[in-house]
């Protein structure tokens, strides 16, 4: 029996203040799929370990096949790991949004990638390793043949998601992932999709697994899972869909089926604002939900013109308040500093975001990542910075040095990176000052605060 090991190369970074940890789904649904036709499997999830002990675990199963985890923040740890294993095992398989983009960039260490959905393409090149075959015959993958690339032909995605066996959580650090939620927040928490695929494009968002077709998976199939999560000890689940309100009807099921089953569980979800109303705010508070998170990411209509988010302003606040007012907990993720900016634009998001009732604020750099169409403006346009930690602009790794606000700046932008962790750093106190003081005090603090720092934010280069 081939014996295969799945590694997810993500280790906590030394100097952390980043709040989400969740195991490596995607890996689960192979495992699954794996131990489905018999193959022998085990999965190094690295969260929790050093790379010692993660190496350690991985020679201990003694794999024939190791195969990788990769994202556009893992490229150079998978990399450097699946060298360091090189000679322990016969077959090196990398998967995962970045590979699938950029497959022969992996070619240089990796044996097989595999481009797309993993569930079957890994099952097929598992059992053309065991028959000793070649993998001309495998979809979807592109394969070392004699140092030369080979590209199969590709593969469709999986039309009944019903079809695939739930992730094998077993392999997952459970324990470990409830202290570490448990110890922030009180409530621990696990992620399940219900759909796979977005049919937006949103100039920033890579999405390559899924693509843009949207699939779902039914109600009572998604909501077996979640009761799978509740049986490990979790108190809530986080919906981990690219979009888990796209498709009204699949909403209403999940919510309705959850509690005609009477379950009581927390969950958590992303949504577009231009698919949050009063009714589906209200069923999802109704079947638990505590808190939904909007991709919102600037507060001008012209500049989400430039990201093609395809939603306005007046939309987003229209949907925060919405599910405050159905009792949900929001929060919401801007970004700053985007190409085609101006100082006032990000003063007017700064503005915007800290002037919602939000729970929760998230703030970011943009990330032009390989296959977008902000990786191509950014390409031809001033271009990327290179400087060693932080990577090309191709790959990116968590800063390795302390800092409060954790971004790095990859390209030659119109503003500095200080400047936009300035501005990040003005949108949290003014967000924190608004909900710790209240709104009356605030105006009469916080307002000379914001016109202050609005006019040293303009005099900084
Ligand atoms: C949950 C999530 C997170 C979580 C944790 C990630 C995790 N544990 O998986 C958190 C919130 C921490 C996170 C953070 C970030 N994320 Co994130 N995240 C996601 C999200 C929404 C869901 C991941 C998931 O569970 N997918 C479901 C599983 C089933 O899919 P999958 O993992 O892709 O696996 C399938 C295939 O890829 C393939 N496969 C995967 N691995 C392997 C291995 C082998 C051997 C094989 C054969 C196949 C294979 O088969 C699987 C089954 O079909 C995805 C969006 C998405 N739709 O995937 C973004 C996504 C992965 N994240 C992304 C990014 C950019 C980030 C950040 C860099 C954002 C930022 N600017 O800070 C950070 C990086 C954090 C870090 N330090 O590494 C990008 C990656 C883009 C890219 N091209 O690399 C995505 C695709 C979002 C997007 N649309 O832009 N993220
Ligand atoms: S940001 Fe969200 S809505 Fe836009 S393309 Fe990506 S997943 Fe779809």
Redesign the pocket.
């Known amino acids: 029996m081939v014996r295969v090991t ?1 590694v997810y190369p ?1 280790f906590k970074p030394m100097y952390d203040n ?1 709040i ?8 689960g ?2 495992a699954a799929s794996l131990r489905k036709h018999d193959v022998e499997v085990d999965l190094v999830d690295c969260t929790f370990l050093t790379r010692e002990e993660a190496i350690a675990k991985v020679k201990r199963f003694k794999p024939q096949i190791i ?3 990769s ?4 490229k150079k740890t998978s990399m450097d790991m699946a060298l360091s294993l090189r000679k322990d095992c016969d077959l090196l ?6 590979p ?2 950029d497959p022969l960039s992996y070619l240089d260490v990796f044996d097989v990638v ?1 481009v ?4 079957e ?2 099952v097929e090149v598992a059992e053309c390793y065991e028959k000793g075959a070649d993998f001309s015959g495998v979809q979807g993958i592109v394969y070392k043949d004699n140092g030369e690339a080979k590209f199969a032909s590709p593969r469709g995605f999986v039309e009944d998601l019903d079809l695939l066996p739930f992730p094998s959580r077993d392999f997952f650090d459970n324990e470990a992932y409830k202290r570490h939620y448990v110890k922030r927040f009180g409530y621990s928490i696990s ?1 399940l ?1 219900t759909s796979r695929g977005c049919p937006f494009s949103c100039d920033f ?6 693509g843009q077709r949207f699939r779902v998976r039914s109600a009572v199939n998604v909501v077996d899972e979640v009761e799978e999560i509740v049986g490990l000890g979790y108190d809530r689940v986080w919906f ?1 869909d ?1 979009c888990f309100t796209l498709n009204r009807e699949q909403v209403v099921g999940v919510c309705d089926e959850v509690v005609r089953r009477g379950l009581r569980v927390g969950w958590e979800c992303l949504s577009r604002v231009d698919t949050m109303n009063r009714e589906v705010a209200a069923k999802m508070r109704v079947a638990g939900c505590v808190r939904v998170f909007f991709g919102i990411e600037s507060g001008t209509d012209r500049v989400l013109g430039l990201m093609r988010k395809q939603i306005t302003v007046e939309q987003a606040r229209k949907a925060v308040y919405v599910a405050k007012e159905a009792g949900l907990q929001v929060g919401a993720f801007f970004i700053v500093g985007y190409p085609g900016e101006s100082d006032e634009s990000v003063l007017g998001t700064v503005r915007f975001a800290s002037g919602l009732p939000l729970d929760y604020l998230s703030f ?1 750099l943009p ?1 032009p ?3 977008t169409a902000l990786f191509e403006r950014v390409k031809n346009d001033g271009g990327f910075v290179v400087d060693g930690n932080g990577g090309s602009g191709e790959d ?1 790794e ?1 800063p390795k040095n302390w800092s409060l606000i954790r971004h790095k700046l990859l390209y030659h932008a119109g503003f500095s990176e200080r400047k936009l962790k300035f501005a990040i750093g003005k949108a949290q106190m003014q967000h924190y000052g608004r909900k710790y003081l209240g709104n009356k005090t605030y105006d009469v603090v916080g307002l000379p605060f914001e016109r202050l720092t609005d006019s040293a934010f303009k005099l900084m280069h």
């Open positions: 799945l993500f980043s989400f940890r969740f195991p490596p789904l995607g890996l649904y192979i195969g990788f985890y994202m556009f923040s893992m398989v990398v998967g995962g949004p970045l699938t983009l595999v797309g959905e993993g569930e393409a890994m992620p999709i968002c890579s999405r390559p697994v899924f981990a690219d970011t990330y990542i390989p296959g990116w968590e």
